[in-house]
């Protein structure tokens, strides 16, 4: 596994063996509460051998809150959106910041603009650039 982080935290973003990759951004919800915390959740996430494995492990049951889990594996992209108590998969590659896009942001305080903003910015430069390789993503991302 490789994974982009400090010594003192966590690995919970990055590439697997099974070349599964993962990111992850924070969500909150109402039905957030006791159980797993979520980083832990992700951290177990990291080890997905699949696409079905992936979600299982992000929608961990006994999980406290919840997740934007973005996996890319080689033939496939997806979301898996968490919250404390319920899960949603987004099929498809794209872009994903700090709020739901799914029902679930029913259950979520409202989106922040920088959040919206951050969301927007990705979308327009996907569709402009329609990056095809991880250099032009990168590029996208700096």
Do not use: W
Not at 35 to 44: F, I, M, T, Y
């Amino acid at each position: 596994m490789a994974s982009p982080t400090v010594v003192c935290c966590l690995p919970a973003v990055g590439i697997n063996a099974y070349r599964v990759a993962q990111g992850i951004g924070s969500l909150m919800a109402s039905d957030d509460g006791v159980g797993v915390p979520r980083v832990l959740v992700s951290r177990n996430s990291l080890e997905a051998r699949d696409k079905t494995d992936a979600i299982a492990r992000a929608a961990m049951p006994t999980r406290a809150g919840g997740y934007g889990h973005a996996f890319a594996l080689s033939d496939d992209a997806f979301v898996v959106e968490t919250s404390g108590k319920q899960h949603r998969v987004l099929d498809g590659p794209g872009p994903h910041t700090n709020h739901y896009l799914s029902d679930l942001a029913e259950l979520a305080p409202p989106a922040s603009d920088g959040s919206k903003a951050r969301l927007s910015r990705l979308q327009t430069l996907v569709d402009e650039r329609n990056p095809q390789t991880p250099e032009a993503l990168m590029d996208i991302m700096r």
